[in-house]
């Protein structure tokens, strides 16, 4: 398998963005993407997206991606992994490039959520439908579960996990794409709307509206064009029961370890040699219980770690979602994961304006699916 | 000068409050108050609907106007809780207040502007010299599924404003609307309960609309926020109009007297009317009005009014709406208050 190098970027600001459909965001991520990677073609594309046919009673989405972006006739596949699904299209992507079948490759994700669907309902069609979502359960209610025994496990406090979301949203204030903008304070999460006990409103991620894209392109082609060269060092993807209660445990996320053993042998490295990272922060006991996961900090110690400031942009040991996350950035499910290589790009690049993490080299990009049935997990370097 | 000679408003004396209804549905009752700034809202009686609410409202206006109802020349309804789907809600108030024959009646539908649609049709009238005297009445028992966050809003009264050219209380001064389709917010025919589009019946729609009704009346009037006494605009809950007034220019003090919402609910296209009727009841002469109603679907209607010297006279003549909404209230529970709104399934 040869390298692969990520060649440029585009994403839409993420958000309520009523009066634009699907594919006029996506076009506008994808053009953007293709533009800032400086290519004149691309060889092959696809698409991470969650539910649109459930959303905007759309499917197809390869075809009628490629179709608006002007693309015809090259390959375009549509990639669903529920909320990993933009992880797992870039994956794709990759391993077409590494494999030689292609040397210029469109990964994007996009999923437009706020065109009048029942949100909840087609987000727990990512459960398992027979004996979860059909018995009444939600997303929250299935992450409350977690944080619920993780709080009991490991002592994990309420104020903790509001830790999360404080810190996010610091970061998200700081980046021109994000849907909220805006600091929250620890007391404003504490005191927000109960949704699925102890998760309150503002432990969760938003209902958005975004594109995201990246070009992926073998070593020469960047060398060709003089590009920056960041580097895949990993490609790594796990699954798990898609049920909760199957589980053996529900505070670890098998998943997750097992994707990022895989990727860190991959990259040749070891938890303390990533820089810093992108997670899935659905809800705020996710990022606690993947930052433990993914071999940042010891089980249990992942709430203690964001309440002492070390996972924060500035003085922490290992900054996580400096974009914002899915919290304070945004979560259009299916470009989650490409959004979140594309923060690795910025920070690798230098570009990340004041979320930009010092001496950054290695990034990990973490997106994914359900309940953590499904992990895509990516290292990037910077050379 | 052509405007206002008349106006009466009519709230029912039942109220329930946001918190009894959010108990019932294991909401949170403080989201509710604070979150959108819904206390209680007025419920219609079980012998009440929009025609009983009308013509108690223009019984007021008439007192009000203190002119012979044969002079009438016009009266519109405008309400989306008409109690039948055909047959004018008009031509019942006609006769029952001694109206016409000799008149033009009918009923107006824009969702919750329908009642600003009939004030704007009967100053056209009347200006335009067809007729000496023209009525605009804007009401609903408005309806929101049982759960629905509407629910806590949806609620009954309505307002009615007699136009003319003399002994006119307040002159209309400037007019503007603003429509587009904007599908936030609708009920088709046989359905029983609205539906709507969330969170899109906000920037998209609501204050799309507000504002561009309002910025355009005060670039056509070329009068400043500050120049006005007192807003009012469309209510669907205490925080919208409270925001939009904001972005427009203006004060909470200036909208404090027509901010009805969080005793009084959203009467639909009674709600901006009601405000209006609320600060007629306390306005000065020479203050200036600004008021902008908003219907889904949707559009917006705004109006600059100027008060006159005649005000003082006629505001003591009819019951006032602080006093309506302060006084001689029952508060239902939610059993009551189901059984009120026909929210029970029983046999005939």
Same mark, same amino acid.
């Given at each position: 398998?040869?390298?692969?190098?990520?060649?440029? =970027?585009?994403?839409?600001?993420?958000?309520?963005?009523?009066?634009?459909?699907?594919?006029?965001?996506?076009?506008?991520?994808?053009?953007?993407?293709?533009?800032?990677?400086?290519?004149?073609?691309?060889?092959?594309?696809?698409?991470?997206?969650?539910?649109?046919?459930?959303? =905007?009673?759309?499917?197809?989405?390869?075809?009628?991606?490629?179709?608006?972006?002007?693309?015809?006739?090259?390959?375009?596949?549509?990639?669903?992994?529920?909320?990993?699904?933009?992880?797992?299209?870039?994956?794709?992507?990759?391993?077409?490039?590494?494999?030689?079948?292609?040397?210029?490759?469109?990964?994007?994700?996009?999923?437009?959520?706020?065109?009048?669907?029942?949100?909840?309902?087609?987000?727990?069609?990512?459960?398992?439908?027979?004996?979860?979502?059909?018995?009444?359960?939600?997303?929250? %209610?299935?992450?409350?579960?977690?944080? &619920?025994?993780?709080?009991? @496990?490991?002592?994990?406090?309420?104020?903790?996990?509001?830790?999360?979301?404080?810190?996010?949203?610091?970061? %998200?204030?700081?980046?021109? &794409?994000?849907?909220?903008?805006?600091?929250?304070?620890?007391?404003?999460?504490?005191?927000?709307?109960?949704?699925?006990?102890?998760?309150?409103?503002?432990?969760?991620?938003?209902?958005?509206?975004?594109?995201?894209?990246?070009?992926?392109?073998?070593?020469?082609?960047?060398?060709?064009?003089?590009?920056?060269?960041?580097?895949?060092?990993?490609?790594? @993807?796990?699954?798990?029961?898609?049920?909760?209660?199957?589980?053996?445990?529900?505070?670890?996320?098998?998943?997750?370890?097992?994707?990022?053993?895989?990727?860190?042998?991959?990259?040749?490295?070891?938890?303390?040699?990533?820089?810093?990272?992108?997670?899935?922060?659905?809800?705020?006991?996710?990022?606690?219980?993947?930052?433990?996961?993914?071999?940042?900090? @010891?089980?249990?110690?992942?709430?203690?770690?964001?309440?002492?400031?070390?996972?924060?942009?500035?003085?922490?040991?290992?900054?996580?979602?400096?974009? %914002?996350?899915?919290?304070?950035?945004?979560?259009?499910?299916?470009?989650?994961?490409?959004?979140?290589?594309?923060?690795?790009?910025?920070?690798?690049?230098?570009?990340?304006?004041?979320?930009?993490?010092?001496?950054?080299?290695?990034?990990?990009?973490?997106?994914?699916?359900?309940?953590?049935?499904?992990?895509?997990?990516?290292?990037?370097?910077?050379? | 000068?052509?405007?206002?000679?008349?106006?009466?408003?009519?709230?029912?004396?039942?109220?329930?409050?946001?918190?009894?209804?959010?108990?019932?549905?294991?909401?949170?009752?403080?989201?509710?108050?604070?979150?959108?700034?819904?206390?209680?809202?007025?419920?219609?009686?079980?012998?009440?609907?929009?025609?009983?609410?009308?013509?108690?409202?223009?019984?007021?206006?008439? *007192?009000?106007?203190?002119?012979?109802?044969?002079?009438?020349?016009?009266?519109?309804?405008?309400?989306?809780?008409?109690?039948?789907?055909?047959?004018?809600?008009?031509?019942?108030?006609?006769?029952?207040?001694?109206?016409?024959?000799?008149?033009?009646?009918?009923?107006?539908?824009?969702?919750?502007?329908?009642?600003?649609?009939?004030?704007?049709?009967?100053?056209?009238?009347?200006?335009?010299?067809?007729?000496?005297?023209?009525?605009?009445?804007?009401?609903?028992?408005? *309806?929101?599924?049982?759960?629905?966050?509407?629910?806590?809003?949806?609620?009954?009264?309505?307002?009615?404003?007699?136009?003319?050219?003399? $002994?006119?209380?307040?002159?209309?001064?400037?007019?503007?609307?603003?429509?587009?389709?904007?599908?936030?917010?609708?009920?088709?025919?046989?359905?029983?309960?609205?539906?709507?589009?969330?969170?899109?019946?906000?920037?998209?729609?609501?204050?799309?609309?507000?504002?561009?009704?309002?910025?355009?009346?005060?670039?056509?009037?070329?009068?400043?926020?500050?120049?006005?006494?007192?807003?009012?605009?469309?209510?669907?809950?205490?925080?919208?109009?409270?925001?939009?007034?904001?972005?427009?220019?203006?004060?909470?003090? *200036?909208?404090?007297?027509?901010?009805?919402?969080?005793?009084?609910? $959203?009467?639909?296209?009674?709600?901006?009317?009601?405000?209006?009727?609320?600060?007629?009841?306390?306005?000065?002469?020479?203050?200036?009005?600004?008021?902008?109603?908003?219907?889904?679907?949707?559009?917006?209607?705004?109006?600059?009014?100027?008060?006159?010297?005649?005000?003082?006279?006629?505001?003591?003549?009819?019951?006032?709406?602080?006093?309506?909404?302060?006084?001689?209230?029952?508060?239902? $529970?939610?059993?009551?208050?189901?059984?009120?709104?026909?929210?029970?399934?029983?046999?005939?």
């Amino acid at each position: 398998m040869r390298d692969v190098i990520v060649l440029g =970027v585009g994403m839409t600001k993420f958000g309520e963005l009523w009066n634009r459909s699907l594919r006029d965001i996506y076009v506008e991520a994808a053009l953007s993407a293709i533009e800032n990677a400086g290519v004149d073609h691309i060889d092959s594309m696809y698409v991470g997206a969650m539910s649109s046919g459930l959303f =905007v009673q759309q499917e197809h989405l390869g075809a009628v991606l490629a179709d608006y972006l002007g693309v015809n006739p090259i390959p375009a596949t549509r990639v669903e992994s529920a909320c990993a699904s933009g992880g797992a299209a870039f994956r794709q992507a990759y391993l077409e490039v590494a494999s030689g079948a292609s040397d210029i490759v469109l990964a994007s994700g996009v999923e437009k959520m706020t065109d009048g669907a029942d949100v909840t309902e087609v987000l727990a069609t990512a459960a398992d439908q027979e004996y979860e979502a059909f018995h009444g359960i939600t997303f929250p %209610g299935l992450y409350a579960l977690i944080a &619920n025994a993780h709080m009991h @496990q490991f002592k994990t406090t309420r104020e903790q996990l509001a830790q999360v979301a404080v810190k996010n949203h610091h970061n %998200g204030a700081k980046n021109p &794409n994000a849907q909220f903008r805006s600091e929250v304070t620890l007391e404003q999460v504490m005191n927000s709307t109960m949704v699925a006990d102890p998760l309150r409103l503002l432990d969760c991620s938003p209902v958005s509206d975004g594109a995201a894209a990246v070009i992926v392109a073998s070593t020469d082609v960047a060398r060709k064009l003089k590009k920056q060269i960041i580097r895949v060092k990993a490609s790594a @993807q796990a699954s798990d029961t898609i049920a909760l209660h199957n589980r053996r445990e529900l505070t670890t996320l098998n998943a997750v370890s097992k994707a990022a053993e895989q990727a860190y042998r991959m990259a040749g490295m070891k938890p303390s040699d990533v820089d810093f990272a992108e997670v899935h922060d659905c809800f705020t006991i996710a990022e606690i219980v993947v930052s433990e996961d993914l071999g940042f900090f @010891q089980k249990g110690c992942g709430g203690k770690a964001v309440a002492e400031g070390k996972t924060a942009i500035e003085g922490g040991v290992i900054p996580i979602n400096t974009s %914002g996350g899915l919290k304070s950035k945004g979560h259009p499910v299916g470009a989650t994961g490409i959004a979140q290589i594309i923060e690795l790009y910025e920070q690798l690049t230098g570009r990340a304006g004041e979320r930009q993490v010092k001496d950054a080299s290695v990034g990990l990009a973490q997106n994914m699916g359900g309940s953590g049935a499904s992990c895509v997990i990516h290292i990037l370097e910077g050379l | 000068m052509t405007g206002i000679v008349g106006y009466g408003a009519y709230l029912p004396r039942y109220r329930i409050k946001s918190d009894t209804i959010a108990e019932q549905w294991g909401a949170d009752p403080v989201a509710i108050r604070k979150g959108l700034q819904l206390f209680e809202k007025t419920v219609p009686g079980r012998d009440e609907d929009t025609i009983t609410i009308s013509v108690a409202a223009a019984r007021s206006a008439l *007192q009000r106007a203190g002119i012979n109802p044969q002079e009438i020349g016009a009266v519109y309804i405008g309400s989306e809780s008409h109690p039948y789907a055909v047959k004018p809600s008009a031509t019942i108030l006609v006769d029952a207040l001694g109206i016409g024959p000799h008149v033009h009646a009918a009923s107006y539908e824009f969702a919750c502007k329908a009642g600003s649609e009939a004030m704007y049709v009967a100053y056209s009238l009347v200006k335009s010299g067809e007729m000496n005297y023209a009525m605009g009445i804007g009401t609903d028992t408005s *309806q929101g599924a049982p759960g629905d966050a509407l629910e806590y809003s949806a609620s009954a009264g309505g307002a009615a404003f007699i136009m003319g050219s003399e $002994n006119v209380i307040a002159e209309i001064l400037y007019t503007h609307s603003f429509t587009s389709d904007t599908p936030d917010f609708w009920r088709r025919e046989g359905e029983y309960y609205p539906r709507h589009g969330g969170r899109f019946t906000g920037e998209p729609a609501y204050f799309r609309h507000v504002l561009g009704a309002g910025t355009a009346l005060l670039q056509k009037s070329k009068f400043s926020p500050k120049d006005f006494a007192h807003a009012v605009f469309h209510m669907p809950n205490g925080k919208f109009p409270q925001e939009a007034g904001k972005r427009l220019g203006f004060t909470k003090e *200036q909208m404090e007297v027509g901010w009805v919402v969080p005793w009084m609910g $959203n009467t639909y296209s009674g709600s901006s009317p009601t405000g209006l009727a609320a600060i007629l009841d306390v306005a000065k002469p020479n203050e200036l009005i600004f008021m902008v109603s908003f219907g889904s679907g949707a559009g917006s209607d705004g109006f600059v009014f100027r008060v006159t010297e005649k005000v003082k006279e006629v505001q003591g003549r009819a019951p006032k709406v602080r006093e309506m909404l302060d006084n001689d209230k029952i508060y239902l $529970n939610y059993g009551q208050y189901a059984k009120f709104r026909k929210k029970i399934i029983m046999n005939d």
